[in-house]
């Protein structure tokens, strides 16, 4: 087994809230600079810009966890993250399907943009990213699972956006992978006031907007290799594999 330093929630340029130095190129250098092996890619309700991250930190020996950051019809944030292109592609059509097209007005919300490699401009992305989908929760964690993902309720300590916020309580028989905590509390604090079993997995990331604040929450992995499902089993706590925050 191995420690693997982990943050699995950052945006990209594509995010309207994501700085423009938030490009593939950036977030790739400055995972490098903080030794943190697995990143996760979690644009707001798109997996468009995960690919060419993907392919920058494979040459720099950095694993990629490819999703999204979606947002369900309670206004819940989720991280969704996928073994592969084919379910990401799948996942964004359903993401399609199910979110409503509103403009983006780039004064209020920022720019939408997929660049490349060299950081070239691909397309700008028209449809506004923060708008919620028409399914709710339980709809959107079926989906996820079907197609092999982890689900991931996003961090469950702030005051909006949570699923204490929105809800209030975790559902009965609901199918998580774990639960996500800010760089702003402990796994001890959080279990504690939202009454979380320890067989719940906690992971805490940075939630990224901005080159510097990438790896100010991290996860340590214990694994025997770094691959999705070696993610997927430390998650679970099986055969030695396990996750841990400070």
């Known amino acids: 087994m191995k420690r693997v330093r982990a943050d699995l929630h950052i945006h990209t340029v594509l995010s309207p809230c994501g700085d423009l130095d938030m490009s593939p190129a950036r977030i790739v250098e400055e995972a490098v600079k903080k030794g943190i092996g697995i990143i996760g890619i979690t644009d707001h309700n798109s997996l468009k810009q995960a690919g060419v991250v993907e392919a920058l930190a494979a040459r720099q020996g950095i694993f990629v966890l490819g999703g999204a950051e979606v947002t369900t019809k309670e206004e819940i944030h989720c991280l969704a993250f996928f073994p592969d292109q084919n379910t990401r592609t799948e996942f964004q059509t359903y993401i ?3 979110q409503p097209f509103i403009r983006n007005k780039e004064h209020l919300f920022g720019y939408q943009v997929v660049v490349d490699e060299r950081e070239n401009i691909l397309f700008h992305e028209e449809k506004l990213l923060l708008t919620a989908l028409s399914r709710n929760i339980h709809e959107i964690e079926t989906e996820v699972h079907r197609l092999g993902g ?12 949570s699923i204490f916020s929105q809800l209030g309580f975790i559902p009965e028989h609901f199918s998580i992978d774990a639960l996500e905590i800010s760089c702003f509390t402990t796994a001890v604090s959080a279990r504690e006031k939202f009454n979380i079993s320890d067989n719940i997995a906690l992971v805490k990331n940075s939630d990224a907007h901005y080159p510097g604040d990438i790896g100010k929450g991290l996860t340590d992995f214990m694994l025997s290799e770094i691959s999705f499902e070696e ?16």
């Open 96 to 98: 399609d399907n199910n």
């Open 150 to 161: 982890i689900f991931i309720p996003a961090h469950i300590d702030k005051a909006v956006n």
């Open 231 to 246: 993610i997927k089993l430390a998650l679970a706590g099986k055969e030695g594999r396990t996750v841990s925050t400070g």
